[in-house]
């Protein structure tokens, strides 16, 4: 029998060397696609979808919400709308109005507050984001009847007039000196670059920086 001859029974010619190493035709172009496409094509979905439900899971408000603010070493639930600024949260709501409203703007100072160790504006912070943070005002700082030395300072040296400025000054004051005890004038005024005095008493807030002693570093 021939090489090319059809053995007796068999309805097709035996499969060349060339056919016998062709892909199979059941790889079809759509199962590659289905196998390859598909895959990374559904995870995306899939993500999307998840980071659809999980951003919508974060949306609070417009109405107000339960937060908890550590204020002075003290805790304090209220419910207040996510647009409350932490000055309107602590002055009215919590009645802690030693730290004053001038600008409402963040850029006086007088609304300065002590959060985590840093000096901020809480005209321009908001309440909800202050949440875990350690938050200090100005009526945290003295110990009964014992005014705090950057206090007693300012009364020395007659660092302050109509007082609206004072406590933000007090405040970045001791943001200063709880990081370097013994700062040099130049120090003193660019820290307290962001505090502005309507009345101009700043010789004396910087005699009364200059002049504090017994600050411990925070």
Known sequence: MAAN??????????PTRAEAQAPSRDFSRRNFLKTVGVGPLAAGVL???????????????????????????RKYQLAVEPRVTLLDAVRTRLHLTGQKRVCDRGSCGACTMLVDGRSVYACSTLAIEAQGKDIRTVEGLAQGTVLHPVQQAFCDHDGLMCGFCTP???????????????????????????????????????????????VARG
């Open 5 to 14: 001859d059809t053995p007796s029974g068999s309805g097709a010619p035996p």
């Open 47 to 73: 993500a999307a979808h998840e980071a659809e439900t999980q951003a919508a899971a974060r949306v609070i408000g417009p109405g107000e919400v339960p937060i908890e603010l550590a204020i002075n070493g």
């Open 168 to 214: 933000g000054f007090v405040i970045s004051t001791v943001a200063l000196l709880e990081k370097n005890p013994a700062p040099t004038p130049d120090q003193v005024r660019e820290a307290l670059d962001g505090n502005i005095c309507r009345c101009g008493t700043y010789p004396r807030v910087i005699e009364a920086a200059l002049g504090v002693k017994g």
